[in-house]
């Protein structure tokens, strides 16, 4: 596995917002089925939503859909996950995260092994207080 890094995490107050983006050397956005997910403390990792390789089909799980908004700019080889509305449940460890195997389809990104993802951030904590 390869690293990215992800930024723009931070402490906002609930109702508020933050956009992450992710980057890496080496990495091309467009060669990839690229995602995002998050882990709290003491709890499962959890898929937030996917962009296919061909950038035509996007995904949200139930836990994004309506706040969040996934995104990519191919010329800067980054992508993004814009998030709106942030409440408490939402503080976790934020990971982006691209994949050659995987496709973007109803949950299929998001329950690969480890060794299917071509590419991990190191993650970053977005915290919303109570």
């Known amino acids: 596995q390869s690293r990215l890094v992800e930024s723009g995490g931070g402490l906002v107050q609930p109702g508020g917002s933050l956009k992450l983006s992710c980057a890496g050397p080496?990495?091309?956005?467009?060669?990839?089925?690229i995602g995002w997910f998050r882990q709290a403390p003491g709890k499962e990792r959890e898929g937030l939503s996917c962009?296919?390789?061909?950038?035509?089909?996007?995904n949200y799980q139930d836990r994004a859909r309506g706040r969040f908004t996934i995104s990519r700019d191919s010329a800067k080889n980054t992508f993004y996950l814009q998030m709106n509305n942030l409440q408490p449940w939402d503080t976790a460890r934020y990971y982006c995260?691209?994949?050659?195997?995987?496709?973007?389809?109803?949950?299929?990104?998001?329950?690969?092994?480890?060794?299917?993802?071509?590419?991990w951030g190191q993650g970053i904590q977005v915290t919303v207080p109570a």
């Open positions: 080496g990495f091309a956005v467009n060669n990839y089925t």
């Open positions: 995260t691209a994949s050659s195997t995987r496709y973007c389809r109803g949950t299929n990104y998001y329950y690969g092994g480890d060794r299917e993802y071509d590419f």
């Open positions: 962009i296919s390789k061909s950038g035509n089909t996007i």
